[in-house]
């Protein structure tokens, strides 16, 4: 098998672990629709069909998205998948699995057909590891927030035509491919998108790869933490069969580095970054290599402007959909670093697509790290997780381990009571077709907790329909019978001392008052839509009304004569401050997630952060006036 297939192999493979396994990669969706077909048997090496083995197809598309769909072969070997897209750019990996090992076939659709046969051989397995052929080992660390990340990347070669792969039941006497001995406290093993090779085996401190060592070069890479309580840590690493071309690569995020056992030589470039490298050619059997990092302050990366939950409680769960809009500092650079806290029972954790092209990982203690350097304007990091649910009520508590000078937590509104110390009740918000308890806090430190207590409600008796009906004909009756009546009487003498300007005013604010009750029934649901915006529009034509007959009556009204009594005069008032507008440069944390480099020119309400149609004179939203709007139209 060439390089490059064996390079297929791994690729597929990875992206085969991906969708079961989808903490910080994006869901695999199904493969993209069309007329073509895909089809072919799966054969041992001695060419007899492979009958009822796994058969999975991923699609890698142009624009980087995956699709996957499985299915079983035939007592023939044959499979066939159906109704899939014909595109010769889309790129098809085929993969069949025997004993935990994936055998992979790269192919795609030739323009104009829509038929493509493609068949998957199994390799011959070998138990023999002798074949193996070690390469270079780095060990590349970086600061995480609780300590070290470190990263280990060893390069191993197969210079046979079979697979290389011990069973467990054979292991007892046999020679692995690789054995390491990892430092005291390294956490959990996390390999790229979460797959791990079922040969990585780790018993303590030992750590032994046992396959599959596919036909080629291939690379196996695994990251852990090591936990640091102080501004310093300690470690050694082992290496019981020796190594050869070793290297530990220090991220600019650790100025102070000593690693005895190795010489330190050129720096190297990592990820478009200088790294301190300490290198040796050739480790012998049980070699031992020492670290000690002392940590610095690392420069702000950056703040946190604002934090959005959108919580939903159901019998099992407590969902969470957060938003966090960053503004990276001005010297944010390679060594800088921002940890947020999640809670540490989270589970179901996903990123939005923007947020995984971001420099984010999620450490082992279950806080987000975020490493710099960052692109100058603001982020939006999104991302959705689960907290478990017993009972009819959950205490949800979230510390963010930064500064958040605004805090918005939105309830669903599904019979569930909130309850805090901390935050403050809002005006109830509205998104797609659904209401919100809205929550607010300001000014939230990093090592205080947010704590809220949720109990669900037993659900109220409805109405009988013809009730509910007769409850809005009789509110709509008694709100049209008020608007008439003071236009009707627009001739009338004001009561004395009250001029017909004042009078006015007096109207208007109280038809104003009358659209903020509307609201309220519309956001509790006394009022169906259709009754809620003929109501609406007819109170603010009203109101439109009432300001030109105030103004006319204004401008109408006779100057004081000369020598009469005037009442003694007041301070002139300050002028009224002008209506904030929204900062359309920002992302908005009212939208889902908006798309990257999508259109920017939205406006938003000041009030509530709501999107807003084009030419608005009212927020949808929130029924807050905007300013500029036209009063006369």
Same mark, same amino acid.
């Given at each position: ?12 493979? %990875?992206?085969?672990?991906?969708? %079961? ?31 009822? $083995?796994? $058969? ?70 070998? !138990? ?35 697979? &290389? ?8 006497? !046999? ?13 959990? *093993? ?17 750590? #032994? ?32 069969? @020796? ?47 020492? *670290? ?90 999104? &991302? ?30 599904? @019979? ?13 918000? #509205? ?14 430190? +990093?090592?205080?907790? $947010?704590?809220?207590?949720?109990? #669900? ?6 109405? +009988? ?19 008439? @009546? ?10 004395? @001392? ?48 009432? *300001? ?37 440069? #920002? ?8 798309? %990257? ?37």
């Amino acid at each position: 098998m060439k390089r490059a297939h064996a390079c297929a192999v791994l690729f597929a493979t %990875a992206l085969l672990s991906s969708a %079961a396994f989808a903490q910080l990669a994006p869901t695999l969706d199904d493969l993209p629709a069309g007329d073509g077909s895909l089809g072919g048997r799966v054969t041992q090496a001695s060419g007899a069909p492979a009958a009822h $083995v796994t $058969v999975s197809l991923i699609a890698l598309q142009p624009s980087g998205s995956q699709g996957l769909r499985r299915t079983s072969s035939d007592a023939d070997g044959s499979f066939r998948f159906e109704a899939i897209a014909a595109d010769p750019s889309i790129v098809y990996f085929i993969i069949a699995e025997k004993e935990g090992v994936h055998h992979s076939q790269r192919a795609a659709f030739a323009a104009g057909d829509l038929e493509l046969n493609v068949d998957v051989q199994f390799a011959p397995h070998s !138990a023999n590891t002798a074949p193996a052929q070690r390469g270079d080992s780095n060990v590349r660390l970086e600061r995480s927030c609780s300590g070290l990340r470190v990263s280990e990347t060893h390069a191993l070669a197969n210079r046979t035509r079979s697979v &290389l792969f011990v069973p467990k039941d054979a292991r007892a006497d !046999a020679r692995p491919i690789l054995e390491l001995e990892l430092p005291e406290g390294a956490g959990e *093993l996390a390999s790229p998108l979460g797959t791990s090779p079922i040969g990585l085996v780790r018993e303590g401190r030992r750590l #032994r790869f046992w396959g599959p060592l596919y036909p080629g070069e291939q690379k196996l890479q695994f990251t852990y933490s090591l936990a640091s309580e102080d501004a310093t840590l300690s470690a050694t690493w082992g290496y019981p069969t @020796g190594a050869q071309g070793v290297a530990f690569l220090a991220d600019p995020s650790l100025p102070e580095v000593d690693v005895s056992g190795l010489g330190e030589g050129e720096p190297r470039e990592v990820f478009a970054r200088s790294h301190r490298a300490f290198t040796k050619d050739q480790l012998s059997a049980a070699a031992r290599v020492s *670290l000690h990092v002392r940590f610095g302050d690392p420069p702000p990366l950056a703040t946190l402007r604002e934090a959005q939950l959108w919580i939903e409680l159901d019998d099992a769960a407590l969902a969470i959909d957060e938003k966090l809009a960053l503004e990276p500092t001005q010297d944010a650079g390679a060594a800088s670093l921002l940890c947020i806290a999640l809670p540490p029972d989270a589970t179901d954790l996903r990123f939005s697509q923007a947020t995984l092209s971001l420099p984010i990982v999620r450490d082992l203690s279950g806080t987000l790290e975020l490493h710099g350097p960052l692109p100058p304007e603001e982020l939006l990091i999104g &991302l959705r997780y689960q907290l478990p649910v017993s009972g009819d009520g959950v205490d949800f508590e979230r510390r963010f381990g930064v500064t958040v000078p605004l805090l918005k937590v939105l309830v669903s509104d599904t @019979g569930v009571l909130p309850e805090t110390t901390r935050l403050h009740r809002r005006r109830r918000a #509205r998104r797609a077709e659904r209401n919100y308890l809205h929550l607010e806090a300001f000014q939230v430190e +990093p090592d205080e907790t $947010v704590k809220i207590r949720f109990t #669900r409600l037993e659900a109220p008796q409805r109405l +009988p329909q013809s009730a509910a009906v007769g409850f809005s004909v009789l509110l709509a009756g008694s709100l049209l019978a008020y608007l008439g @009546g003071p236009l009707r009487s627009g001739g009338d003498t004001p009561p004395a @001392g009250e001029t017909t300007t004042e009078r006015l005013t007096a109207e208007r604010e109280s038809v104003y008052a009358t659209i903020h009750d509307l609201d309220e029934d519309f956001d509790t649901g006394k009022l169906t839509a259709a009754d809620y915006t003929a109501l609406r529009e007819e109170l603010r034509a009203r109101a439109v009304r009432l *300001l030109g007959a105030e103004r006319r009556a204004a401008a109408s009204t006779p100057p004081t004569p000369a020598g009469e009594h005037q009442a003694e005069s007041l301070p002139a008032a300050a002028p009224p401050a002008a209506t904030p507008t929204a900062d359309t440069s #920002r992302p908005s944390l009212a939208r889902p997630y908006p798309h %990257a480099g999508g259109d920017k020119t939205w406006s938003f309400c000041p009030q509530c952060g709501g999107e807003l149609p084009a030419q608005p004179r009212f927020c949808p939203h929130c029924g807050k006036r905007l300013a500029g709007a036209d009063d006369g139209a």
